[in-house]
């Protein structure tokens, strides 16, 4: 396997390349499967468990932290700042799990009528390996880092059940992106971050580099499937994909970090929905995503309106 030192930021932009012309599902597939040979990693092995935490380095960039630039930012300690980014990289944390975990039955959902020995098929298994990996890795970042776990809130627990049981093929792909591309942009200004501890650039670096695969992967089916599916299918998609940028926008922090680093829950949580620093960073973080959504016709109707109310679409 790869280590993760020998990926550079170059490797991640060449995998992230725009799609161009549809390509043939068997040649991406067969592409994917070549990179993910040559760019697989073993994060119980390729990352130091073991070592302490760097003091004065940060669990996530403060840039990137909910309450950044606000009146209550500037009111708290330098150690409360530090503890608030602790907790909430372990949100993060959670929340990848939790869509990592709906991703991977919407793949095998995605594949079980399609032909067993297809290169398609095989990448999908593969990518079901890679998620599984993330997980891992991710709860581990989240004991390591002496946090809870942040479950998102019960009712939207219980909903994302009826929308990966309900979800049509490019409703699961359009979902799939939401779930990684915005978390993608965050780590990929992370793991560069000479600021950060080590374990989180290294966590974050492997997600990056491998999330490549998996975006190409979900752009080129979703594009085919917005040509492909029926109309109703498609105006289902717009509606789902809007519903699904709500639900994640509200379950991107859990509140509850707040409190537990011994701040007002209510207080922070109205200042970070008054942030603009805030709102510019969700909607930059998804506009690759929103673009290219509105490129193949996912972004009209209802759903454009969703999108809106979500925060992530200006």
């Known amino acids: 396997m790869t280590t993760v030192s020998e990926v550079s930021e170059r490797d991640v932009r060449l995998l992230r390349d725009a799609l161009g012309p549809l390509r043939d599902r068997e040649q991406v597939a067969a592409r994917l499967l070549e990179s993910s040979a040559k760019h697989s990693f073993d994060p119980d092995k390729d990352l130091d468990w073991d070592a302490p935490p760097v003091?004065?380095?940060?669990?996530?960039?403060?840039?990137?932290?909910?309450?950044?630039?606000?009146?209550?930012?500037?009111?708290?300690?330098?150690?409360q700042r530090f503890d608030l980014a602790r907790h909430e990289a372990a949100s993060l944390a959670s929340l990848g799990i939790w869509f990592e975990i709906i991703l991977m039955q919407l793949l095998v959902r995605h594949i079980y009528d399609?032909?067993?020995?297809?290169?398609?098929?095989?990448y999908a298994l593969t990518e079901i390996a890679d998620e599984c990996r993330h997980s891992m890795m991710f709860?581990?970042?989240?004991?390591?880092?002496?946090?809870?776990?942040?479950?998102?809130?019960?009712?939207?627990h219980n909903l994302a059940r009826v929308l990966k049981t309900v979800s049509t093929t490019p409703g699961s792909f359009?979902?799939?992106?939401?779930?990684?591309?915005?978390?993608?942009?965050?780590?990929?200004?992370?793991?560069?971050?000479?600021?950060?501890q080590p374990l989180v650039r290294g966590v974050t670096r492997i997600h990056v580099i491998e999330e490549a695969r998996h975006?190409?992967?979900?752009?080129?089916?979703l594009r085919r499937q917005m040509v492909t599916?029926?109309?109703?299918?498609?105006?289902?998609?717009?509606?789902?994909s809007g519903q699904s940028a709500r639900v994640f926008s509200i379950c991107f922090i859990n509140p509850q970090v707040y409190e537990n680093v011994g701040l007002d829950r209510q207080e922070?949580?109205?200042?970070?929905?008054?942030?603009?620093?805030?709102?510019?960073?969700?909607?930059?973080?998804?506009?690759?995503l929103t673009d290219f959504l509105d490129?193949?016709?996912?972004?009209?109707?209802?759903?454009r309106k969703l999108w809106q109310r979500s925060g992530l679409l200006a």
Do not use: C
Request: aromatic content about 10%; charged content about 30%; glycine content about 8%.
């Open 55 to 79: 003091d004065g380095k940060w669990f996530w960039p403060p840039e990137l932290v909910s309450l950044y630039d606000t009146p209550l930012w500037h009111k708290m300690s330098e150690e």
């Open 114 to 122: 399609k032909p067993v020995t297809s290169n398609h098929v095989r």
């Open 139 to 156: 709860a581990r970042l989240i004991t390591t880092g002496g946090t809870p776990a942040y479950p998102v809130p019960r009712r939207y």
């Open 174 to 196: 359009s979902a799939t992106l939401l779930g990684e591309e915005i978390l993608d942009w965050m780590q990929r200004l992370t793991f560069p971050d000479e600021r950060v």
């Open 215 to 221: 975006v190409r992967y979900a752009r080129e089916e």
């Open 229 to 240: 599916a029926p109309r109703w299918e498609q105006e289902f998609t717009r509606i789902s």
């Open 268 to 288: 922070a949580v109205a200042q970070v929905r008054a942030s603009g620093h805030r709102r510019e960073v969700m909607q930059s973080g998804a506009r690759r």
């Open 295 to 303: 490129d193949i016709g996912v972004l009209r109707g209802p759903g």
